[in-house]
Structure formats: C-alpha cells, structure tokens
Nanobody, 123 residues
C-alpha cells in the first residue's frame, strides 16, 4: 500500500511560484496515475492534475493549464507540482493521491490520500 505525504505549501503573493512534492514511503506505486487535487474553503475537492505513472502523460484541469506542471521521479516514487503565476483562486489545501484505473481526472477516481499541504495566495 502506498503512503503519501505532501510538502512544499506556503504563503505566496499573487504571481508567485511554489513547488509541491508528494513522497511515497510505502510500497512502490504500480497503478495507473498519481494526481494532485485541491479543496478550497467551503468548496468540494477538485481535480488539478495527473500524471500517468508508466508513460508520463499528463492531464490538467482547464484553469491551471499553462501555469502548473506535474512531473514525477519514477525511481524515487515521488511526484511534483510546479505552480507558477499563482492566483488567489488557487488558495486551497492540495492533496496527492493515486488512481488505479483511467481516466484519473475526477476526484472519485482517487484513493490513498496524503494529509494535504496548504497553499495560500495573497495580495
């Protein structure tokens, strides 16, 4: 079973950047994809980005395309989310999780959630 832990969140100004990491300390992941999801205050958890673990193909929610980049270090079982040009609407707790089947673009596709890391974008 995978055991995921996120890190790298923090407080950043509008237009700033952050890099989130998701480390797996459990069994190596051999499923379909790992992904990032987020939950803003008072809102439902939503899909942000995913990466196919074997092929490296990436998928993004429309509002983050061109600003966020998901990547992975296959050998180290670690995933990253580079977030640039951050906006106040990106403020949320960011979670990483795994999906064993495609399409891995909906919250319900995911399991084995990490504890989350807070990202706050302020002016």
């Amino acid at each position: 079973q995978v055991q995921l832990a996120e890190s790298g969140g923090g407080l950043v100004q509008i237009g700033g950047s952050l890099r989130l990491s998701c480390a797996n300390s459990g069994r190596p992941f051999r499923g379909y994809a790992m992904g990032w999801l987020r939950q803003a205050p008072g809102k439902e958890r939503e899909f942000v980005a995913a990466i196919s673990w074997s092929s490296g193909n990436t998928y993004y929610e429309e509002s983050v395309k061109g600003r966020f980049t998901i990547s992975r270090d296959y050998a180290k079982n670690t995933m990253f989310l580079q977030m640039n040009n951050l906006k106040p609407e990106d403020t949320a707790v960011y979670y990483c999780a795994v999906a064993f089947d495609p399409p891995a673009t909906k919250t319900g596709d995911y399991e084995s959630w990490g504890q989350g890391t807070q990202v706050t974008v302020s002016s």
